[in-house]
Every structure is written in structure tokens, then in C-alpha cells.
């Protein structure tokens, strides 16, 4: 049976969902995706979707439960990720799949809008807002249908194995920083450039690695050129899925061994790749050659 496919994230208050079934825009309903919190200590968020789903089918919906983690609702790949699960699994690889499916973006958190309104633009996907009653009284319809931009280079981009290649190698790196000790018998230099950054404390990252790393492993691995692998990461980074900066911290002792100085300082010549969500959300189902 044809009907729409709607994708709902849903936080405590769950209004906009039974305000979106009545609305004749996307109707006949087939199917319903509810993406919810877990329960914690101030809202039964996984309770409310249990509920919520029973009162849905109670009426002859079909309706289907996504569980994010705990932080997932302030989070961009989470969410991400769980649109672009359930587009698949509905088109697979259909190249011109119907455009059946539609996504709420009224509900949750403001992370969980933002996330959704990205999905439904980089799936090609319809996107729609519903109105408080309470705050618009009397209108004819409560749904506003959101122009969300169909961002045809990223999804091209997302798809190209060259670029999952290097996603899938960048996905495994991790970048470790020492951190600026609060306290030192040896004078310590803090340059500006650090001060101002996000790599003051002890860290680990994960999905991070320097260019000149990532163009070596690259290069060793799977035969690609150093200057391939950097122009292809060039349209990565116009697409989306990866970000490039010159945010490299470094640790470096001058002086001699007797009256050592350590500096901390941002290296202004080494760029620092770091995947992004949407770079995460690309490599869902990918399988490496190797």
C-alpha cells in the first residue's frame, strides 16, 4: 500500500505528533519512526514513546521505536545517523527511490531539529513544522512544509568511494594532546595562538589526524598519491564531511638542558582533519576493499 513514510523526533511533549496524523498533507500514513531519549531523571522520555506508540497503533498505525543514547538528543550524528538508517533501510539502493518519506522536525531537543533538517536536505527528503494550536488559533492547517535544500553535492560526495575510503581510514585515527600543566617547576611559555583554542586540557580525539599522517597512511595503504588524497579532501571539506584547520597544538622545549622553557603554541602550518558528523553518517553500511 503507497503512503507516506513520516520520521518524528519526539522529546517530552509529543503534541506535534498527533497534530502531524490529521493533517491531510502527507497523508495516507504508512508508517511512523519515533526517535526518542532514553528515560532519565527528569522526563520517562523512553516511556513517553511507549506510550505514545501504543496510542498511535491503538488507531492503526504502524509505528517504529529509534532509542538515542543518553546524550544523543544534544548531539548532531546521533540523530543523523538514525535518519540516514531508516532512509536506507526503506530505499536501499534504489537510485530513484519514491519520495515517500517525510520528516517532523518540530519535536526534542534544538539539536534534534537542526540534525533533522540536515537529514532530510542531504536524503533529498521533504521536511515539514507544525504550528501550536494554542498560539495560532482557527488556522485551516497547522503544517508548514519547510523548503529544506537538497544538497545534491553532498549526497554525491557521501556516496563516492574515493571519499568513504578516506573517511573509513580517518574514522579509525585518534589525536593525542598532553594538555598545559597547571603547575610547573620549569618556566612554560602559553602562546596566544593555544590560549584561544579548544586544546588547553589532556585529550584524546577520536576521527582526527594531521594531513601529513593521513596523506602517509592513504598513500601507503591503497597506492593513492599525496596530492590526490589532499585535493580529494578539499571537496570533502566543501561537502561537508570533513573539517580542515590549522589548529595543530604542539609542545616544544628551547633552552638548554640545564634551564629548559616549554612553549605551547598552535602550529600555523600543519592543517589538522577531523571527520565530521555528516562524515560519520557517509560511512554507514560501508564495507572497505581492504
Given at each position: 500500500m503507497y503512503g507516506y513514510i513520516h520520521i518524528m523526533p519526539i522529546g517530552e511533549n509529543v503534541k506535534h505528533v498527533t497534530a502531524a496524523i490529521k493533517e491531510p498533507s502527507y497523508l495516507p500514513i504508512n508508517k511512523i519512526y519515533l526517535i526518542h531519549s532514553p528515560d532519565n531523571s527528569e522526563f520517562p522520555l523512553k516511556q513517553i514513546a511507549v506510550d505514545l506508540k501504543k496510542d498511535l497503533e491503538k488507531i492503526g498505525h504502524t509505528v517504529i521505536l529509534r532509542e538515542l543514547s543518553a546524550t544523543g538528543a544534544f548531539e548532531m550524528h546521533p540523530i543523523l545517523d538514525e535518519i540516514t538508517k531508516i532512509e536506507r533501510k526503506e530505499h536501499g539502493d534504489d537510485p530513484n527511490p519514491l519520495n515517500d518519506i517525510v520528516v517532523n522536525v518540530t519535536g526534542g531537543t534544538n539539536i534534534m531539529a537542526v540534525a533533522s533538517m540536515?537529514?532530510?536536505?542531504?536524503?533529498?527528503?521533504?521536511?515539514?513544522?507544525?504550528?501550536?494550536?494554542?498560539?495560532?488559533?482557527?488556522?485551516?492547517?497547522?503544517?508548514?512544509?519547510?523548503?529544506t535544500p537538497k544538497y545534491?553535492?553532498?549526497?554525491?560526495?557521501?556516496?563516492?568511494?574515493?571519499?568513504q575510503q578516506i573517511l573509513d581510514v580517518l574514522s579509525k585515527q585518534t589525536f593525542d594532546w598532553e594538555g598545559i600543566p597547571e603547575?610547573?617547576?620549569?618556566?612554560?611559555?602559553?602562546?596566544?595562538?593555544?590560549?584561544?583554542?579548544?586544546?588547553n586540557a589532556k585529550e584524546t580525539r577520536k576521527g582526527v589526524a594531521t594531513l601529513k599522517d593521513l596523506k602517509e597512511i592513504i598513500e601507503t595503504k591503497y597506492k593513492v598519491s599525496k596530492q590526490t588524497t589532499r585535493n580529494r579532501l578539499d571537496q570533502m571539506e566543501a561537502d561537508g564531511l570533513v573539517s580542515i584547520k590549522h589548529n595543530v597544538p604542539k609542545h616544544s622545549v628551547k633552552g638548554g638542558v640545564e634551564y629548559p622553557r616549554h612553549e605551547y603554541f598552535i602550529d600555523q602550518k600543519e592543517p589538522l582533519v577531523s571527520i565530521t558528523a555528516m562524515g560519520k553518517s557517509a560511512l554507514l553500511g560501508y564495507k572497505p576493499t581492504k
Open positions: 540536515w537529514a532530510a536536505g542531504s536524503l533529498k527528503l521533504d521536511s515539514y513544522y507544525i504550528l501550536r494550536e494554542d498560539k495560532n488559533p482557527g488556522l485551516k492547517s497547522y503544517l508548514v512544509p519547510i523548503a545534491n553535492r553532498f549526497s554525491v560526495s557521501a556516496n563516492n568511494p574515493d571519499h603547575t610547573s617547576k620549569e618556566p612554560v611559555e602559553v602562546n596566544q595562538s593555544i590560549k584561544n583554542s579548544d586544546w
